[in-house]
T-cell receptor
Framework: GENVEQHPSTLSVQEGDSAVIKCTYS??????FPWYKQELGKRPQLIID?????GEKKDQRIAVTLNKTAKHFSLHITETQPEDSAVYFC????????????FGKGTHLIIQP | GAGVSQSPSNKVTEKGKDVELRCDPI?????LYWYRQSLGQGLEFLIY????????KSGLPSDRFSAERTGGSVSTLTIQRTQQEDSAVYLC??????????FGQGTRLTVV
């Protein structure tokens, strides 16, 4: 099955700086990679996703990059704001018939004022 | 409804009792997931349903845990003979195949 590793577990950045969270996956057949944001006490929310036929996708201050050869993908947040503070989870689907999502263990992003 | 609905929102049960947690997925979503999240921890995969395929039960922690999905829609997660370590938030999510999953608000289970 799929295995997703996520780093770092905690990331503290100054407000206005950029933040990068990285994930690796094991199943070369995986083709869908979503990212979720979970604020304290709330459910995870899908914020951006990327498919294996593209290398980068942007949505305002967030972007995701994918390197299929190296089997890693990253979330980039620019001009960080206090409301970006949350736990972020990456995920990858499994290839073949068992195509459910496998999540990374999460990154606690702290935006320092 | 517009989103994934879970019930109850909170459940307090005595150790040794059985509990049933319910999930109503988004209409038309073929995939349904159950996850468990302890305080400050990540998402622990429990079980995955996709259409009429056999469910992926590889995440169920013991034979006290089981889940059903009737008619390809509503799902029930059952925990028998609950233990204190079962206390957590149980999250359900649904999706179209090969699409992002949308989560319910979760059921907070407390075993006393």
């Amino acid at each position: 099955g799929e295995n997703v590793e996520q780093h770092p577990s905690t990331l503290s950045v100054q407000e206005g700086d950029s933040a990068v969270i990285k994930c690796t996956y094991s199943d070369s057949a995986s083709n869908y990679f979503p990212w979720y944001k979970q604020e304290l006490g709330k459910r995870p929310q899908l914020i951006i996703d990327i498919r294996s036929n593209v290398g980068e996708k942007k949505d305002q201050r967030i972007a995701v990059t994918l390197n299929k050869t190296a089997k890693h993908f990253s979330l980039h947040i620019t001009e960080t704001q206090p409301e970006d503070s949350a736990v972020y989870f990456c995920a990858a689907n499994s290839g073949g018939g068992a195509d459910g999502l496998t999540f990374g263990k999460g990154t606690h992003l702290i935006i320092q004022p | 409804g517009a989103g994934v609905s879970q019930s109850p929102s909170n459940k307090v049960t005595e150790k040794g009792k059985d509990v049933e947690l319910r999930c109503d997925p988004i209409s038309g979503h073929t995939a349904l997931y159950w996850y468990r999240q302890s305080l400050g921890q990540g998402l622990e995969f429990l079980i995955y349903f996709q259409g009429n395929s056999a469910p992926d039960k590889s995440g169920l922690p013991s034979d006290r845990f089981s889940a059903e999905r009737t008619g390809g829609s509503v799902s029930t997660l059952t925990i028998q003979r609950t233990q204190q370590e079962d206390s957590a938030v149980y999250l359900c999510a649904s999706s179209l195949r090969f699409q992002g999953a949308f989560f319910g608000q979760g059921t907070r289970l407390t075993v006393v």
